[in-house]
């Protein structure tokens, strides 16, 4: 049985805990800094919208971090969610690697 781990921090509360309360951000400002509308950098904040690699850019523009810093929360967080959703492990449990399915083909 795989042990259970905790859910990654999410890139919405990276930005808020660690960057837009500290700095006593608000959502507008950051909109304005990383030139995009509000309404993206809200959904992103709030846990709506996953981090594209041009916010990722944006991101690590304005507070001065790696690109990387940011995709890889992102994908930590992604690779959790499918590792831990019970309806995606059943359908990649039905994934046949290339080698099986040569190998079918062949004796077929």
């Given at each position: 049985?795989k042990?259970a781990?905790r859910?990654?921090?999410?890139?919405?509360?990276?930005?808020?805990?660690?960057?837009?309360?500290?700095?006593?951000l608000?959502?507008?400002d950051?909109?304005?800094?990383?030139?995009?509308?509000r309404?993206?950098v809200?959904?992103?904040?709030n846990?709506?919208?996953?981090?594209?690699?041009?916010?990722a850019?944006?991101?690590a523009?304005?507070?001065d971090?790696?690109?990387a810093?940011?995709?890889?929360?992102?994908?930590?967080?992604?690779?959790?969610?499918?590792?831990?959703?019970?309806?995606?492990?059943?359908?990649?449990?039905?994934?046949?690697?290339?080698?099986d399915f040569?190998a079918?083909?062949?004796?077929?």
């Amino acid at each position: 049985m795989k042990q259970a781990t905790r859910k990654p921090t999410s890139v919405g509360d990276i930005l808020l805990y660690e960057y837009l309360e500290p700095l006593d951000l608000k959502i507008n400002d950051l909109a304005e800094m990383l030139n995009v509308h509000r309404n993206s950098v809200s959904a992103l904040v709030n846990n709506n919208r996953k981090l594209t690699p041009d916010m990722a850019f944006r991101l690590a523009a304005v507070f001065d971090t790696s690109i990387a810093f940011w995709l890889n929360i992102q994908n930590s967080l992604d690779i959790w969610e499918i590792e831990n959703d019970a309806r995606t492990q059943e359908e990649l449990s039905r994934v046949v690697s290339v080698a099986d399915f040569l190998a079918h083909r062949g004796a077929a």
